[in-house]
Every structure is written in C-alpha cells, then in structure tokens.
C-alpha cells in the first residue's frame, strides 16, 4: 500500500515536516504493510517558506533587520531559481513568535523588518519575490514594508507620519518620491491562507486583531487606520483595496502590497501544491492522510488540508484528515472533501497539555489507522 503523508503545520506545536515524521512513525509501528511518502505542505502560513525551500532546494541568506517593535535581530530569507528568486516568510521579521505575550501592540508593531528582507533579496539581484504572510504581529497594512522601500506616510502638513500603524488615520498623501524603483520591475506573490477582505467586520482588524493583542478598541482604531489607507490609495491610485478577495490577510498587508506594489494574492496551498509538484508525488498514492491543528468549516476557505482533499478527490483517492480539534458533527461540506476526520485526542485535557502531546497522540492515532487498515484487508 502507498501512503502519501501531506501535513500542515499543528499551529504552537509541531511543524508540518514533524507531523508528517510523527505519521510516519505510528504507521510503521502498526501492523500495515505500507510503503510511506511525506509531503508536508505549507499554506502561506507560518513554515510555508521553509517547506518551499525544502522541497525546491533553495538557499538561506542571513540578514540584519528590525522585529516587529523595531529592535535589531538576524532574520533570513531564501533563494531559489538559480537567484532570481527570493522566498521571504514574514513571521522571520514581523512574527508573533518573535514577540512575548505582554509585548503584543499591533497599534504599533510594524512590518518594517520584512520590507529590509525585500530589499535584501533586490541587492542581491531577486526579481521575483513569495512572500509567505503567516504568522505575523502586525496590522499594519503593510505600511512598514512600504516604509522600507522608500514610500512615505505623509500627513496634511506634508510631516511624515510616525507611530504607524496607529497614525494613519491622519494621512493625507503617500509620497513616492523615494520608491526603491527595483520593486516596481519584480513580481510579488503573496500566498495567503484566508479570503478575509481588508475592512470591517470579516476584515483585517476584526478577525485578526484579537489573535495580535487588539481588544474592541483598538480593533476600532486599527479598523479605522486601514480604512483611511484605503481612501488615499483609492485616491491616488484608483485602486479600491477594500473590495479585495484575500485584502485582509496577515493584518492587511495583502491589500497594501496589491495596492501599491500591484502584487498578485493567491491561494497559498494551490500556489504551493503548484510549484513543488504534488501531483507527482499523489500519482501512486492509495491512501493521503492529511491535517491540522484544526479541522471544520474554515478549513475549507483555503487551508492546506482542503487543498489536499480537493487534489485527492480529483484522482478518486481516499483521503482522512487528522487534527487535535474537529467538529463534534462533521457536516455535509466536510464529507464532501473528507472520507474520515479523526481527532488525535483520546481524554479531555487542556490545551497546554494537548499542544505537548502532539507527537505522542499523532504517532498513537496513526498506529490505529494502520491497524484499522489491517483488520479490513484481512
């Protein structure tokens, strides 16, 4: 029996490639005879870039720039395509992880450190830049890579803005003047892992804000922000960033970057599945186990594991999809995708303790699955 292992990440616990490992492990200890490919696969979500580099055989490239609170520290970026082109994970430079849970202020915590990984990879001769958003502090917009490639935030007085993102409800004009002109002759991907677009109550701040320290006032003054960015750039540009199918992603960045820097949004898991050649890899597979941190509804919005379901149905192959977290009643869309949605978890416990027991419940659950195969093959 082939087995294709095609993970994402368990968000605060494991990374994909250590899902797929922990997989592995379990069907080897059970009684299936089965031959084991792994595939993790990224989203555009923390860990994309990694996995991008892994599978494409890219280079890391050491870099000084700015956290997200502007403190200096050693990030990293990579090439791929002989050099031209550069894979930049967000999280690298403006990440959560970066930052303690008492240090979270996205009225403050600015981009500016993954701009410097751009202007990074032009210095060393990228044209084309993927730009994986998971995982970051900000919603900011993107003002601070703007910020980094030379765009000012200008407010009525022509006085540049400071404190973004917080201020930019006072500006007036975005002067390009100073634009690193490289960026305009370099396409930008950004892979997102939502559809969320940029304002409102299923915008960047609303959704995404909590997750980054906002309570409901500062979501309303960040809501407030991006939405003054979008008046001056429909201005200026003719570009409403507002209406944007996946604007919102990784605290607006998305819609800045589209709006700006005519950067393409794509659905990160289709992007990835693409360029790595999963079809290849599902060609002989039997059985695709997938998952998450997560499984229910929002998985199918753009998440890795829908992305999997949907190229393992196109080929008429099974598909089960693990996660520490299901729905108690999985619903028609889910079965639609799915044939089996297995929680890892065999006890109540608290989320500390699950997120440790990661490994340990995933090798555990997949010893069953391979069991479970055994005894219908008898």
Do not use: W
């Not at 998305?254 to 290849?280: K, M, R, Y």
């Amino acid at each position: 029996m082939q087995i294709l292992i095609a993970p994402n990440a368990f968000k605060n616990s494991l990374e994909a490639d250590e899902v797929a490992l922990a997989i592995q492990e379990g069907l080897e200890q059970s009684n299936l005879k089965c031959d084991v490919n792994c595939f993790p696969v990224g989203d555009g979500g923390d860990g994309t870039g990694k996995l991008l580099l892994n599978h494409l055989g890219g280079k890391m490239i050491d870099c000084a720039t700015l956290d997200p609170l502007g403190r200096k520290i050693t990030s990293s970026f990579g090439l791929i395509d002989e050099g031209k082109t550069a894979v930049i994970e967000m999280a690298n430079a403006s990440g959560l992880r970066l930052l303690r849970t008492d240090e979270l202020n996205p009225l403050r915590a600015s981009t500016y450190g993954t701009g410097q990984l751009i202007v990074a990879a032009l210095d060393k001769g990228a044209t084309k830049i993927i730009l994986c958003i998971g995982g970051s502090a900000t919603v900011d917009g993107g003002a601070g890579i703007l910020q980094a490639l030379g765009f000012q935030f200008l407010d009525v007085m022509g006085r540049a803005l400071a404190d973004l993102p917080e201020s930019l409800t006072q500006l007036h004009v975005i002067d390009l003047s100073r634009v690193d002109m490289r960026i305009h002759d370099c396409e930008i991907v950004v892979l997102c892992d939502v559809e969320n677009v940029l304002l409102g109550t299923l915008g960047a701040a609303a959704v995404f804000g909590p997750q980054k320290g906002a309570d409901h006032n500062t979501v309303m003054r960040l809501d407030a922000s991006l939405a003054k960015l979008r008046d001056v750039i429909l201005r200026q540009n003719g570009k409403d960033i507002a209406s944007l199918k996946r604007g919102g992603a990784a605290g607006g960045i998305a819609a800045g970057l589209a709006g700006l820097l005519n950067a393409e949004l794509v659905n990160g898991i289709d992007f990835f599945l693409s360029i790595t050649n999963f079809d290849s890899a599902l060609r002989n597979a039997d059985l695709v186990i997938t998952g998450e941190g997560s499984i229910d509804l929002q998985t199918l919005q753009g998440k890795g594991p829908f992305g999997i379901a949907k190229k393992a149905r196109e080929k008429g192959i099974p598909i089960i999809g693990l996660a520490g977290k299901v729905p108690l009643d999985t619903t028609e869309l889910l079965n639609e995708y799915f044939d089996v949605i297995s929680s890892i978890n065999n006890e109540p416990m608290d989320m500390a303790v699950a997120l440790a027991s990661t490994k340990k419940n995933l090798v555990r659950t997949a010893t069953s699955i391979g069991n479970l195969i055994c005894l219908k093959n008898k």
